[in-house]
């Protein structure tokens, strides 16, 4: 290949399913487990709602995806108003330094209804989507939260556009021109972190990917270097200046990156920087028995670029809450838990929650693990009482849940019918886990109802 889009292009099109290692394939399973589940619970927040208002429905059509809010859509639309769903909450699971699960699986479910694909063709077209992200993600030394980008509706643009090409079955050069399309419709800023836009990238991701590839699909064209250009992709979203645009750097197909990194699933509805001390503060409150009014300090050690994304250190809104290291501790300390109950505005707005969160102090460094995250190599949580005691936890590498530490299949059904079962009653919740969890035995992903 000539070109870092033209390989990308040719892997996309030319992807063989069969050969893809039983661990990336399970991880592409869970992907879809845990995103419907999450979907499923942010189906009835208000941005999910307003976002709707927005999106065009199509009434008595049996070609039109049925979103979660009950109403059928067009293919993009659906992917929209599912993605937005999908990412509400941040409950949805964690991986290259993004979210892959939360704009893949939306626009794979709404394209492969319109296409009446089968569950094996969308764990392909999920595959074909992370792989891309993460080998172009590979290419560049810098984190593109640092110059606040956001991963999710940057790379996962591509990653979408990619998915819906696979599904489609467009060749090579139909394929490169989807990439080149997704590249201009690439954005999402930091900044909006702890906003309802931030859930808005993950709706408008998944429906740019569909729209790339459909356009390519009628002719629609793009610039067949549009990755590697020095007026590209690549150099245009590069923290660092300095992608290594050289081909041979770009390894796609050649490793399984899916298969080290695989998919880190969310055990609280909060920005995946806290969750490493959440679980180190639940434990320290559980084995000494910590009382808040003794509480002097809580000290966190985290990383620099972790920090950059918790901007809330004073949070009034469950919204602002999921951003702030400083509720994650008041909340693991006070109700020994962060979960969806404690993400309201009513809890957050508790009196001892917001007299403990002065009582938090953070501090970063700049150290990285130097994986697909953007993470430290461990956090670092410790107590002081007010009496001079201090507890300490050991250092914590990787949070419950993660691909280093996975939940079991009971474990996540557990959390997939939490989920679920805000909108669905409990018998249908599990006949939609036990679908998607053998989803490749779908024939046709039109019997995969979501309501």
């Not at 109403?71 to 999908?86: D, I, K, L, P």
């Not at 080149?180 to 690439?186: E, G, N, P």
């Not at 836009?197 to 740019?208: E, I, N």
Request: include cysteine; charged fraction near 20%; aromatic fraction near 6%.
């Amino acid at each position: 290949m000539d070109s870092i889009t033209r390989k990308a292009a040719d892997f996309v099109a030319r992807f063989d399913g069969a050969r893809a290692p039983a661990q990336a394939r399970h991880a592409a399973r869970i992907g879809f487990v845990d995103c419907v589940g999450v979907m499923l619970a942010g189906a009835g927040e208000p941005a999910v709602r307003l976002a709707a208002t927005i999106a065009a429905p199509v009434p008595g059509s049996n070609a039109a995806p049925i979103a979660v809010d009950g109403r059928s859509y067009g293919a993009a639309e659906a992917a929209f108003v599912n993605g937005v769903a999908a990412h509400v909450l941040d409950f949805d699971d964690v991986a290259l330094a993004g979210h892959p699960s939360t704009v893949l699986v939306p626009a794979i479910l709404a394209e492969a209804h319109a296409l009446s694909a089968s569950g094996e063709a969308a764990i392909d077209a999920y595959l074909v989507g992370y792989e891309l992200w993460a080998h172009l993600a590979e290419l560049e030394p810098g984190h593109l939260h640092d110059r606040g980008f956001h991963p999710t509706a940057v790379m996962g643009t591509l990653a979408c556009a990619a998915a819906a090409a696979r599904l489609r079955r467009l060749g090579p050069e139909e394929t490169a021109h989807a990439l080149a399309i997704a590249a201009s419709l690439a954005a999402g800023l930091v900044a909006n972190f702890g906003s309802m836009t931030k859930s808005l990238h993950a709706g408008r991701t998944a429906q740019s990917g569909i729209q790339a590839a459909r356009l390519a699909s009628v002719g629609y064209t793009g610039s067949l270097d549009a990755l590697e250009h020095r007026t590209g992709f690549l150099k245009a979203f590069s923290p660092s200046g300095g992608p290594d645009l050289d081909p041979a750097a770009f390894r796609i197909g050649e490793e399984w990156l899916v298969e080290r990194y695989g998919v880190n699933i969310k055990r609280y509805p909060t920005c995946y920087a806290t969750h490493r001390a959440i679980d180190a503060m639940i434990d320290l409150a559980g084995e000494h028995d910590l009382a808040g009014e003794a509480v002097e300090t809580i000290h966190v050690h985290t990383g620099a670029t972790q920090r950059l994304m918790l901007r809330n250190t004073r949070p009034r809104t469950g919204l602002e809450a999921k951003f702030s290291m400083e509720f994650a501790m008041a909340s693991a300390l006070l109700a020994r838990r962060v979960g969806l109950s404690e993400l309201t505005d009513a809890f957050v707005g508790r009196p001892d929650i917001q007299t403990m969160l002065p009582r938090v102090e953070v501090t970063a460094g700049e150290e990285s693990a130097g994986t697909d995250m953007p993470m430290a190599p461990h956090d670092l949580v410790w107590v002081t009482l007010k009496d001079g005691t201090v507890h300490r936890h050991a250092p914590v590498d990787h949070a419950r849940g993660s691909w280093q530490r996975p939940l079991g299949r009971a474990e996540l059904e557990a959390k997939f019918r939490d989920c679920a079962e805000i909108r669905l009653a409990p018998d249908r919740a599990a006949a939609l886990f036990a679908k998607l969890w053998d989803i490749e035995a779908v024939g046709d992903l039109r019997d995969l109802a979501l309501n």
